[in-house]
């Protein structure tokens, strides 16, 4: 008779712990779940959103972030969204690998990573309290879903057909369709 094994699941502090060298790895209700790289437009598009926001935030307080920051959002999750903004951050130190406090993310969705990034991933950023903005940014089809907090427990979601600006108001800041999906 087979015996299975059974693995204690991790904590966040527990995963920010390892090493994973060259790899990368998300922890998914405390297992980990390694990451595959993704494709030159997936990383162009992001390039660009952190572009954009980072020229937009200079002097606000307010700093964008790509992939290697991770976010904490419960005790056996960590996330790494494409781009996350943080405000009021005068604390951090060099050797801090996730935050808890995100205003606005960005995820930009392939055909590999939509459904997580929609049906898990989702629920964990709106959980947060920190999160004003969620921004899925669809680089098949070059559209944009609006995920914006109209309370402390209200949601508006807004997916566009035709190309729109990105507009977060929580930061003062829009970002142009045509920035977004620039290809120069």
């Known amino acids: 008779m087979a015996t299975q094994t059974h693995y204690p699941l991790l904590t966040a502090k527990e995963f ?14 405390g297992v980990i779940r390694m990451m595959l790289g993704g494709t030159a437009r ?46 009021g951050r005068t604390d951090s130190n060099d050797g801090e690998k996730a935050f808890k406090d995100p205003r606005i993310i960005f995820e930009v969705l392939s055909a590999g990573t939509a459904r997580t990034d929609l049906l898990v991933k989702l629920p964990e950023y709106k959980a947060l309290a920190s999160v004003d ?12 879903r609006i995920v ?5 427990k209200g949601w508006n979601e807004t997916g566009y057909d035709e190309p729109v600006d990105i507009e977060l108001p929580a930061l003062g800041v829009t970002i142009p369709h045509e920035e977004i999906f620039a290809r120069d």
Request: a negative charge.
């Open 148 to 152: 914006q907090r109209i309370g402390p």
């Open 16 to 29: 920010l712990e390892i090493d994973f060298g060259e790899h990368k790895a998300e922890l998914d209700n």
């Open 133 to 144: 903005t969620i921004v899925f940014v669809d680089i098949a089809s070059e559209r944009v």
């Open 42 to 87: 997936h990383a162009e598009v992001q390039t660009n959103v952190v572009s954009a926001m980072r020229q937009r935030l200079r002097g606000s307080g307010c700093k964008p972030y790509g992939p290697d920051m991770g976010v904490e959002t419960n005790e056996g999750s960590v996330r790494y969204p494409d781009v996350s903004i943080y405000c």
